[in-house]
T-cell receptor, first 113, second 115 residues
């Protein structure tokens, strides 16, 4: 158990809908990262938050957004969902801003039908 | 551009044989290097990491990796494969001393272990 908790584990939704994925980092970790894993793209970095502030942005679509709350949990919002958004979404956390080591949650498997 | 390449999307070994998973990185600044393992329907678990100390790094489950700057490589090895080692393995790189960059992952290598 990495100490990173993601909910829900599975999510099935229809195209055009909006969903929210939640992540609770390990106790004491200030950085939260979101990754998307798909068969064709592999593991793609989406976005990082550090202590409530956006720190780095990767290949995140404009339809996607995230935030980190004062209690350090994070949410990833995916809207206007398309079939191609079906993937595993991972949250990871680390203590520092710089990514010297990240601990991953179990992921949320999103299926868009 | 900084990147990591894993040679071989699928490696198959016999139980008890040497495991060698290859990873090469491209970087103009000193990297930190990691190997993660992903079992089916699981998240990624850190196997080992190199953060500019000893070049030979020992990790969990009997795995180790050697950082070779001259070859820009960080290959993962295990002397004797076990059936439980069958999983997907990811090499990753970050550059903490060069601004903030998140982990960049290779495409992964699926390891199969044959009885």
């Amino acid at each position: 158990d990495s100490g990173v908790t993601q909910t829900p584990k599975h999510l099935i939704t229809a195209t055009g809908q909006r969903v929210t994925l939640r992540c609770s980092p390990r106790s004491g970790d200030l950085s939260v990262y979101w990754y998307q894993q798909s068969l064709d793209q592999g593991l793609q970095f989406l976005i990082q938050y550090y202590n409530g502030e956006e720190r780095a942005k990767g290949n995140i679509l404009e339809r996607f957004s995230a935030q980190q709350f004062p209690d350090l949990h994070s949410e990833l919002n995916l809207s206007s969902l398309e079939l191609g958004d079906s993937a595993l979404y991972f949250c990871a956390s680390s203590v520092r801003r710089e990514n010297t080591e990240a601990f991953f949650g179990q992921g949320t498997r999103l299926t868009v039908v | 551009a900084q990147s990591v390449t894993q040679l071989g999307s699928h490696v198959s070994v016999s139980e008890g044989a040497l495991v060698l998973l290859r990873c090469n990185y491209s970087s103009s600044v000193p990297p930190y290097l990691f190997w993660y393992v992903q079992y089916p329907n699981q998240g990624l678990q850190l196997l080992l990491k190199y953060t500019s100390a000893a070049t030979l790094v020992k990790g969990i489950n009997g795995f180790e990796a050697e950082f070779k700057k001259s070859e820009t490589s960080f290959h993962l090895t295990k002397p004797s494969a076990h059936m439980s080692d069958a999983a997907e393995y990811f090499c990753a790189v970050s550059f903490p001393n060069s601004g903030n960059t998140p982990l960049v992952f290779g495409k992964g290598t699926r390891l199969s272990v044959i009885a």
